[in-house]
Each structure stands twice: as C-alpha cells, then as structure tokens.
C-alpha cells in the first residue's frame, strides 16, 4: 500500500501542549487551539484534521514546513512594523476554515481536498532560524496555513527566533481562544487577523463562526500584540456599504489606531467565477473605514491605482511619512522614537529606529538548504 500524506504528516507529531487541551470523558478530548473547540473522540481529529485524539492524547503537529518563503514584511501586510523588513515566512499544512477563494488553498487544504498537495519538509527550529539570519530577516512569521493550529511548532521556532534577537509574528484568520493566545503571547510580537466578513451567516459558510474572530480581536488589542486587520473584499460576498460599515465601525471601537487594510480579490481556487474587485470598490470601503474613525486605512493588492491609500499619513497633521508602491517603500521620514517629524505626534506601531532599506520588495523562494 502506498504512502499517503496523511500518513506522512501523522508520523511528524508530539503531543499537544497542556495548556491548549483537556479531557473531557474517558473517550474524549477538547482541543483550545483555536475558536472550534472540538471534543475529539478518541482515534479521531479535529475540524483542522492535523490534531488528533490517540489513547486519550492529543497530538499535534511537528518538525516540519509546509513550505518556507522570503517576503516583504509589507505583504503580510504590517505596514506599521518594522517597514521594509525581509519576513522569513514560514507554513504547515492544513487550516481551521475551508475557504472557496483561499490563494493558499495548496498547503492550508492539504488534508481535505485531494488535489491539494505540498509535501512536508522536515525542519528544526534553529535550522530555521539560522536560515532566515543568512537571509537577513528581521522578521520570522507563520503563515500560509493557519498558524493557531500549529501554535506548539510556531512557538518552537519563535523561542531560538527571538533568543537570535529577531521580531516574530503569526498571519492569520483570528478564529483564536483565550487559552492560545495566553500561549503564544510571550512568543509573538505581530499578529495580522483577516476579518474575512462582519455577517456570521457568511463565516458560516467559511466553516466558522463571527464570534470568536471578534472575541480574539478584542483579547489582542487587550493582551498588547501589535496587530494589523485585513479585510479581501469580494465582489457580491462582503462588499456592501452596511457590512463594511458595521466592520469599520467594530474595529474603531476596539481601538482608532489599529491599521485596517481592505485588499482587493483575484479570481482563485473555487470561486474563480467571481470577477476581481474594481478599485471602485476599495476605495469606497477605504472611505467607509475613515468616516467610522480609523485612523489608518490601506487600499491593497492594486499598486499605483489607489493614490494616496497605500501610503502612511500622520493622523493628527497629515504629514506623509512612509511612501509605498506595492510592497515598496519608496519615502521614509518616521523619528528614530517612532514619532511624527512634523508635529511629533507617536505613530501607532512597532518602528526601527531608521529605515535600513529592503533586501527584497517582492516575495522570493530561498536557495534550498537543509532545515533540519
Ligand atoms: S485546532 Fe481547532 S479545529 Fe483543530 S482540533 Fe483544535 S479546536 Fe479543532
């Protein structure tokens, strides 16, 4: 009998950290790793499908990526940490949420849909880590799959990232706990959400729910992570005045200084029927975001078509400070003290005392060495 992937990925397993599980009867568990909470029976797993219940364990996911990719730290996109930062990117596979539009669907639906396959690399975390110092990252990120299910791993490599003295963060869809965030919070300094809808009939059929994604966003806010909110706003799926309104008002009331970036869609996976979001659209979200109080708003995924929405602006004197093309800086004027030079206002975020310059402006695959 062959070897399946899910063979492969079930040997390159631990157990779960006791934080983030419990028993629940003599046939059960409950996993916290994310929103879902699943009681696990025994021999089965979770709605992910990478932690799974055996002889009343559970086992999570291991010494391996999914896949390994140098990014701009802008494409996570954190536009308020560390500009122009290399992010030594990191993924698992499998994913809490079954997306149609997914543009990751390769490693975050490995083990639910057939056609998606990304083999595993056995990795070490201070092979990793090592890797990305030769690379030059500042940054070390979990991505591409849903990190919060893999938060044991991620915390792993985060450890030897930060003992190396590098920033860590984790790119994901929010569906959090209080007990993983409590878990990851000594480990993770940036944290992105997307907040995919603001209608829980709609995360429903996303295979989750509105709730917990703003329960986490609040606890993030609370717990001091930096975090920076995405919204992909998809033609005919989220993209009304009054969902994106309803959004925008939610975010301002957590805090006016949390960056919300509304992105535009492309075509992709099973909803490649759905056409592209006009720029007509971002902007009237962008425009919506500002009425409701946020006091940074991005434009994404159309460089150069978005005017003045993909640049950074004092909120309180206008001052242009960080000038951006894509994932380029191209102007860069913040203090060494993170604050406005104009009219020295602090700007919100996690700043470098100066601009370094970029290594890289677009994602690129790094010259393969051994990671473990
Ligand atoms: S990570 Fe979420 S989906 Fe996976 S087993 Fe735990 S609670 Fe269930």
């Known amino acids: 009998m062959s070897t399946t992937l899910k063979d492969v990925l079930y040997g390159q397993v631990r157990e779960g950290a006791p934080e983030l599980w419990e028993p629940i009867d003599k046939n059960r568990i409950r996993c916290y790793s994310c929103g879902h909470e ?76 057939p056609s998606a396959v990304s083999p595993p690399v056995k990795a070490s975390p201070e092979a990793l880590v090592k890797d990305a110092r030769r690379l030059g990252a500042r940054a070390v990120v979990s991505t591409y799959n849903e990190p919060l299910i893999t938060s044991e791993w991620a915390v792993a490599i985060f450890q030897a990232a930060k003992a190396a003295g590098l920033v860590t963060g984790f790119v994901s869809n929010g569906n959090g706990t209080l007990q993983v965030l409590e878990f990851i919070r000594p480990y993770v300094d940036l ?52 969902e994106l309104r309803r959004a925008a008002e939610f975010l301002a009331g957590v805090s006016p200084d949390i960056p919300w970036h509304v992105t535009a869609f492309h075509s992709d996976y099973k909803m490649d029927g759905t056409p592209n979001t006009p720029v007509e659209t971002l902007l009237r ?44 800086i191209t102007g860069y004027s913040i203090t060494a003290d993170g604050r406005c030079p104009k009219c020295a206002t602090a700007i919100p975020g996690r700043w470098a005392q100066k601009f370094d310059g970029q290594i890289a402006s677009h994602p690129f695959l790094p010259r393969l060495v051994s990671l473990s």
């Open 191 to 242: 944290y992105k959400v997307d907040l995919k809808s603001f209608d829980d009939h709609h995360y429903r059929q996303l295979g989750g729910r509105l709730e917990p994604i703003l329960r986490t966003i609040r606890a993030l806010h609370e717990m001091g992570f930096w975090m920076e909110i995405v919204t992909l706003i998809i033609p005919g799926f989220n993209d009304t005045d009054d």
């Open 285 to 328: 979200a962008a425009e919506i975001g500002k009425q409701a109080g946020i006091r940074y708003v991005y434009a994404g995924n159309l460089p150069g078509s978005v005017g003045d929405l993909e640049n950074t602006r004092c909120h309180s004197c206008r001052e242009l400070l960080i000038e951006r093309y894509g994932y380029r």
């Open 38 to 113: 699943c009681p696990i029976p025994e021999g089965q797993a979770g709605v992910c499908k990478v932690r799974f219940n055996q002889d009343g364990k559970l086992l999570v996911p291991w010494g391996y990526v999914g896949g390994v990719q140098c990014d701009p730290i802008e494409k996570k996109p954190f536009f308020h940490a560390y500009p122009g930062a290399l992010a030594y990117s990191f993924g698992m596979l499998g994913c809490d949420l079954h997306c149609a539009y997914c543009q990751n669907w390769v490693t975050s639906q490995a083990l639910r849909d």
